[in-house]
């Protein structure tokens, strides 16, 4: 069953160091989504992209957060100088292209620890 | 106000009983709607996508309603299994007319049910 794979699923950081998380969406899927889940908050969305292209961008902090879906290769969701308010799980998403979007696929998540 | 709100919760109940939640929504815009179910520490998982005409999938019911601004789910009678976070998501539109996979949530409602 190859749905969306997420790595790694549990990942520690102390604070000052980088996070990355990758995610390989369903297959003949090309429309990736980042949510972030912060403890006892709602899913928040985060970005949406597409190959080469950040399409939605509107949740992302403004600095120390980034994300790119390269030709090849999965999607990188990356967290510079990491603080313990990052502390939260990510967890990504995709849709097919024939699809509005409107229905995505989530990843099992990966659960970022800052200490 | 909160673009979704569902009802606070917790929902504790005996198995075989039949629960109901709501889930408001601000965006009267908004075209897409869906009830999520998420276990401890695991990804949501779409439950039912929720049709202005209603819809029943086994021992679940979705229903819209587009004027007041609601959806709601009812699960008949409960099954233990069915103790989780219910999500309910709604899609806006997209300012260029066309949606995608940009879900705001509600904050969920924890389901328990007992023997």
């Known amino acids: 069953n190859a749905g969306v794979m997420q790595n790694p699923r549990h990942l520690v950081r102390r604070r000052g160091q980088e996070a990355r998380l990758r995610c390989s969406p369903m297959?003949?899927?090309?429309?990736v989504y980042w949510y972030r889940q912060l403890p006892e908050e709602g899913l928040k969305f985060m970005v949406y992209l597409q190959k080469e292209n950040i399409i939605d961008e509107s949740g992302m902090p403004k600095e120390r957060f980034s994300a790119e879906f390269p030709k090849e290769g999965p999607s990188i969701l990356r967290i510079q100088q990491v603080v313990r308010g990052d502390s939260a799980a990510y967890f990504c998403?995709?849709?097919?292209?024939?699809?509005?979007?409107?229905?995505?696929?989530f990843g099992e998540g990966s659960w970022l620890t800052v200490v | 106000r909160k673009e979704v709100e569902q009802d606070p919760g917790p929902f504790n109940v005996p198995e075989g009983a039949t629960v109901a939640f709501n889930c408001t929504y601000s965006n009267s815009a908004s075209q897409s709607f869906f009830w999520y179910r998420q276990d401890c520490r695991k990804e949501p998982k779409l439950l039912m996508s929720?049709?202005?005409s209603g819809n029943e999938d086994g021992r679940f019911t979705a229903q819209l309603n587009r004027a007041s601004q609601y959806i709601s789910l009812l699960i008949r009678d409960s099954k233990l299994s069915d103790s989780a976070t219910y999500l309910c998501?709604?899609?806006?539109?997209?300012?260029?007319?066309?949606?995608?996979?940009?879900?705001?949530f509600g904050q969920g409602t924890i389901l328990t049910v007992h023997p």
């Open positions: 998501a709604v899609n806006p539109l997209w300012a260029g007319g066309t949606s995608y996979g940009k879900l705001t």
């Open positions: 297959k003949g899927h090309s429309h």
């Open positions: 929720v049709y202005s």
């Open positions: 998403a995709s849709s097919p292209p024939a699809d509005s979007g409107n229905t995505i696929y």
